[in-house]
């Protein structure tokens, strides 16, 4: 059976998605050890670098700006209201501390917070603090490559982790850009695989609610479809079966910001 028909065809999830979601432990494991990579190579890095895939932005401003929003995202577990991201210091030895100190803050803030505890997010219900703890790991995964894609280095990432991201991408992100306008709904229904972890969804519609059967798939590893959607790679590496057009005006849409 194909992969069209075989996601078409399965039964269960109404928007035929095969959801993967890690467990607590590994976010934050996830989170404790890309963050202290993150200051570690900020440390050294040209501060003035360019960040591929982040139109004009330095790493001075990736950094303030995950280390920012490291901030934001504890204030909404300990007062479950949204704050303003926090401006940060622009020299080496201060943005490095401060680095050093947000993610430490957060990580304790989020392991010493009940995870049904009720937060402000932006995602979709149940409003808890556990969207934070998969939220803020994901965000400094990310960040992380596109660091040590600054500073000229390799930028793997754990597979599950990345298949997980893709999960987040596709039912957190997306229905989220079609409500803000940011995005159009999608037409034509494409089907997502990945073809190490294992995982499958569908893209379709305003990502809520059941569409129609996938008219195209797109097939790779989890880092490389993860990539793709977020905009930090080209689809090159990725199969595309069926309706070609369809996959790729879906890989070139904004599901995420």
Same mark, same amino acid.
């Given at each position: 059976?194909?992969?069209?028909?075989?996601?078409?065809?399965?039964?269960?999830?109404?928007?035929?998605?095969?959801?993967?979601?890690?467990?607590?432990?590994?976010?934050?494991?996830?989170?404790?050890?890309?963050?202290?990579?993150?200051?570690?190579?900020?440390?050294?890095?040209?501060?003035?670098?360019?960040?591929?895939?982040?139109?004009?932005?330095?790493?001075?401003?990736?950094?303030?700006?995950?280390?920012?929003?490291?901030?934001?995202?504890?204030?909404?577990?300990?007062?479950?209201?949204?704050?303003?991201?926090?401006?940060?210091?622009?020299?080496?030895?201060?943005?490095?501390?401060?680095?050093?100190?947000?993610?430490?803050?957060?990580?304790? *803030? @989020?392991?010493? %917070?009940?995870? /049904?505890?009720? #937060?402000?997010?932006? =995602?979709?219900? +149940?409003?808890?603090?556990?969207?934070?703890?998969?939220?803020?790991?994901?965000?400094?995964?990310?960040?992380?490559?596109?660091?040590?894609?600054?500073?000229?280095?390799?930028?793997?990432?754990?597979?599950?982790?990345?298949?997980?991201?893709?999960?987040?991408?596709?039912?957190?992100?997306?229905?989220?850009?079609?409500?803000?306008?940011?995005?159009?709904?999608?037409?034509?229904?494409?089907?997502? *695989? @990945?073809?190490? %972890?294992?995982? /499958?969804?569908? #893209?379709?519609?305003? =990502?809520?609610? +059941?569409?129609?059967?996938?008219?195209?798939?797109?097939?790779?590893?989890?880092?490389?479809?993860?990539?793709?959607?977020?905009?930090?790679?080209?689809?090159?590496?990725?199969?595309?079966?069926?309706?070609?057009?369809?996959?790729?005006?879906?890989?070139?849409?904004?599901?995420?910001?």
């Amino acid at each position: 059976m194909g992969t069209l028909s075989r996601i078409a065809g399965r039964a269960g999830d109404p928007l035929c998605h095969d959801r993967r979601v890690l467990d607590r432990d590994a976010y934050l494991t996830s989170l404790e050890r890309d963050s202290a990579a993150f200051a570690d190579l900020l440390a050294e890095a040209d501060l003035a670098a360019p960040v591929p895939h982040c139109p004009g932005w330095t790493v001075t401003d990736l950094a303030l700006h995950l280390s920012g929003v490291h901030r934001w995202a504890r204030t909404a577990v300990v007062t479950a209201a949204p704050g303003e991201e926090p401006v940060g210091p622009s020299d080496r030895d201060g943005l490095v501390a401060w680095c050093r100190a947000g993610s430490a803050e957060l990580l304790e *803030t @989020l392991r010493t %917070t009940d995870p /049904s505890t009720p #937060v402000w997010h932006f =995602g979709p219900k +149940p409003r808890v603090a556990s969207f934070w703890v998969r939220r803020q790991a994901h965000e400094t995964a990310v960040h992380l490559g596109d660091l040590r894609r600054a500073a000229g280095r390799d930028a793997p990432m754990d597979p599950e982790l990345a298949a997980d991201g893709v999960d987040e991408v596709v039912t957190v992100f997306f229905p989220r850009q079609v409500r803000l306008g940011r995005t159009p709904p999608v037409e034509l229904a494409v089907a997502v *695989t @990945l073809t190490d %972890t294992g995982g /499958s969804w569908v #893209v379709s519609g305003d =990502g809520l609610t +059941p569409g129609s059967d996938p008219v195209a798939g797109v097939e790779g590893s989890a880092y490389d479809v993860l990539h793709a959607l977020w905009h930090r790679a080209d689809a090159d590496a990725l199969r595309i079966v069926g309706d070609e057009a369809a996959a790729r005006a879906v890989l070139a849409a904004a599901l995420a910001p």
